[in-house]
């Protein structure tokens, strides 16, 4: 038989003997092993992880970057660790500043390269690191695959705002544009230093005053892919005017209501007044449509509607005020029918004397209530399925007004190197083919033409070899200036090659494209502006990449105060 009780003596003996027991081996085992961190560890979110995992070892401790830009370890380890020791001075290692650039210059330089190499592989260009000036051009290098090192200028232009400019004038300034060229690395500008120079000062137009539009009503049709890829291009010149927008879906049958109404919200967001109709007959084709959108225009006008413009797509206003104006000269009170004609001639032969669709056809309201209830019968009885084409016969079968042709209006049917075009100092009411013939940032050239009017392509000569095209180019001339007839267009794009003949009676008589190893040309890639009103442009040269010539920018600063 066990007693009943144990004695409370040995009780008192075993908690002594567990409690030294427990003591000695909390002071054995104190210190945490170094794999293991001793306290709870910050969470990284999972997708933070799974990006950092492939960027490093399975035993590289992860740094995450702070605001200035320096590596912080993720784990918050505490002192007891034996990963983080103390150093003779007293101090932590993990406490201690990173190093400075003084004392990165004692790196060994393969030890430097390897890093620099690895940086420029594993990251984009931050525009953190560099100063606030360049935030923009070190942003912008990542969508312009700039070369990781490119030489740069910057100009101010003080902007003279004057009434009487004469568009058509190529102002001389003696001085030259582009100057003082510093390379700029895109991973770390942060000791670069820009020349300073003196601001240049350029008489330009007046600013458009702010107007609304709600007279002007356009029409397109286009598959929903491609409008809700218009939005930007189409936002650049209706968003806020007051005009309205009405589009034919083409492939509005496959589209669900909610991604109808999700394009809608798109359109709204952009401040685009825009109205989505299905196409009357799924049978047209696109061409077709072009033409019927005239139906849903009409039911969707009001009293105050003037002009009724069919559009393509791909049909970009600068900026609406020309245009206006330009209509505002026509009687829009009697049947009007208003446009331009191809600049081939060619083309004109082969499909006739109309308004061609990309420069956009314009119907004064009248006119295009008339046609409006004409419109299916001008289908049926079509010879052709050019929206343009039917339009025409539409109009002349069913009114006595003919095409008067509104200049400044383009269709533009040039391909590839439209430089040419873009150089010679016009004043386009509108642009086309941009996206398709050839490949023009239009929205961000147009941008000056919000900063100063008909600005948009003004021409400047500068020293003896450069010509300024504003929004489009900056062109220097091996042999100068004098070597070149500005009062020709250049004929650079493929057609024009040879006589050049079919773009006599629109273009007027080309020159020669210039020789391409004379010519040196920065194409306007990006434009932006800032928070205090100033506009940025960047022109960029590609550089040769197989002899590893570096890209150039040029960077003009157009101060608003």
Known sequence: MFPSKVPRAFVLASVVLLFLVTYTTLQLYRRVPPSYP???????????????????????????????????????????TPSVQDDKSGQRLDDKEPPSESSTEHMSNSDAGNNAEEEHHLSLPDPKRCPKDLEFLVRSSVNLELTERVRYTRRYIHPIFSIGVDRQNVVNVTEPLINDQVEIDMYDCRGAT???????????????????????????????????????????????????????????????????????????????????????????????NHFTVLINMVEHSSFDTKWYGLVDDDTFFPTLKPLADSLAT????????????????????????????????????????????????????????????????????NSKAKLTILPGLYQQDIRDDVSGFFEAGLRPLNLHHWKSWYREPVEKMAKVAKFCGDCFLQRWRFG????????????????????????????????????????????????????????????LRDAEFAENGDLRQLYVRVGDASTGELDEVVELVWKKN
């Open 38 to 80: 001793e306290a709870n560890p910050k969470v990284i979110p999972i997708q933070d992880a799974v990006v950092q995992e492939d960027q490093t070892g399975p035993d590289h401790a992860v740094p995450v970057e702070t605001a200035n830009g320096f590596p912080t370890p993720i784990f918050d380890i505490p002192a007891s």
């Open 330 to 397: 026509l009687d829009h009170k009697t049947d009007a029918y208003v446009g331009a004609l191809s600049e081939d001639f060619s083309s004109v032969q082969t499909f006739g004397f109309m308004a061609f669709g990309g420069a956009g056809a314009f119907l004064s309201a009248p006119l295009a209530r008339k046609l409006s209830s004409q419109a299916l019968k001008c289908i049926d009885e079509a010879t052709t399925r050019e929206g343009d084409t039917i339009l025409r016969d539409c109009v002349y079968t």
């Open 464 to 523: 003896t070899d450069t010509v300024f095209s504003n929004g489009f180019s900056i062109a220097t001339y091996r042999d100068g200036v004098d070597s070149i007839d500005l009062q020709k267009m250049e004929g650079t794009w493929s057609k024009a090659q040879g006589d050049g003949r079919d773009f006599d009676f629109s273009l007027g008589p080309l020159r020669d494209p210039y020789p391409a190893d004379q010519k040196k040309s920065y194409k």
């Open 194 to 288: 820009i020349p300073e120079s003196t601001p240049i000062k350029l008489h330009v137009p007046i600013p458009h005053p702010e107007a609304t539009y709600s007279h002007l009503i356009f029409g397109v049709a286009t598959d929903y892919g491609r409008l809700n890829g218009s939005i930007s291009s189409f936002a650049h010149w209706i968003s806020g005017t007051g005009a309205k927008l009405v589009a034919t879906i083409t492939d509005a049958r496959y589209k669900s209501p909610s991604e109808i109404e999700q394009l809608q919200d798109n359109f709204r967001a952009a401040d685009i007044d825009a109205i989505f109709v299905n196409p009357i007959n799924e049978a047209f084709t696109t061409s077709q």
